[in-house]
């Protein structure tokens, strides 16, 4: 149980475009969802925090105009890199909160953003 | 702020050896301590972790006790595996108990040989 899935695993864009990232809660009702960053050799970065149904929460540094995060269901937040560049380059990785195990974050397996 | 600091990697260790990764964090309050293990491919796991001081967490035979006077939280293993190879973090979050998002350390990338 408790399972958490990223789709896709890798995406590789070419400047300027757009590109949507989707975290799903497989077997349990996610009332809370994170989204980290994780640059090569570095922590995993938290970007944001969002719960269903309302705004995220964004950590200082990080722009919300650019990096949209969408909690529209109890299974699903999606992340959306908007007129991606090359420095946004980088491993996102969300993680859900809920189920009987509300205090514990699951991770899911990450997606490798190359934008060219 | 909060922030974790952990040894830096890769650490190689033959099959069997004493494993030992240490942990330090710097936060406000008292903050919860979790270890995680990202084997290749997947996605992070909760190893195990101690909510107060003087606490231990213990799982698969990886031990760490919360240790405020030193603000560590060490990882160790009497007798590690090939198994064991993986990337482990260590983080913490708020008084909150999970209110907030993790702090994570870099991660330390353990090879196990046989």
């Known amino acids: 149980g408790a399972v958490v899935s990223q789709h896709p695993s890798w995406v590789i864009c070419k400047s300027g475009t757009s590109v949507k990232i989707e975290c799903r809660s497989l077997?349990?009702?996610?009332?809370?969802m994170f989204w980290y960053r994780q640059f090569p050799k570095q922590s995993l970065m938290l970007m944001a925090t969002?719960?269903?149904?309302?705004?995220?929460?964004?950590e200082q540094g990080v722009e919300k105009d650019k990096f949209l995060i969408n909690h529209a269901s109890l299974t699903l937040s999606t992340l959306t890199v908007t007129s991606a560049h090359p420095e946004d380059s980088s491993f996102y990785i969300c993680?859900?909160?809920?189920?009987?195990?509300?205090?514990?974050?699951?991770f899911g397996p990450g997606t490798r953003l190359t934008v060219l | 702020g909060n922030s974790v600091t952990q040894m830096e990697g890769p650490v190689t260790l033959s099959e069997e050896a004493f494993l030992t990764i240490n942990c330090t964090y710097t936060?406000?309050?008292?903050?919860?301590l979790f270890w995680y293990v990202q084997y290749p491919g997947e996605g992070l796991q909760l190893l195990l972790k101690?909510?107060?001081?003087?606490d231990k967490g213990s799982n698969k035979g990886f031990e760490a006790t919360y240790r405020k006077e030193t603000t560590s939280f060490h990882l160790e293993k009497g007798s590690v595996q090939v198994s064991d190879s993986a990337v482990y973090f260590c983080?913490?979050?708020?008084?909150?108990?999970?209110?907030?998002?993790?702090?994570f350390g870099k991660g330390t990338h353990l090879i196990i040989q046989p």
């Open positions: 993680s859900a909160r809920g189920g009987t195990s509300p205090k514990e974050q699951f």
């Open positions: 983080a913490l979050n708020g008084p909150g108990g999970g209110a907030d998002g993790l702090t």
């Open positions: 969002s719960n269903e149904g309302s705004k995220a929460t964004y």
């Open positions: 936060a406000t309050g008292y903050p919860s």
């Open positions: 077997d349990f009702q996610a009332t809370t």
């Open positions: 101690a909510t107060k001081a003087d």
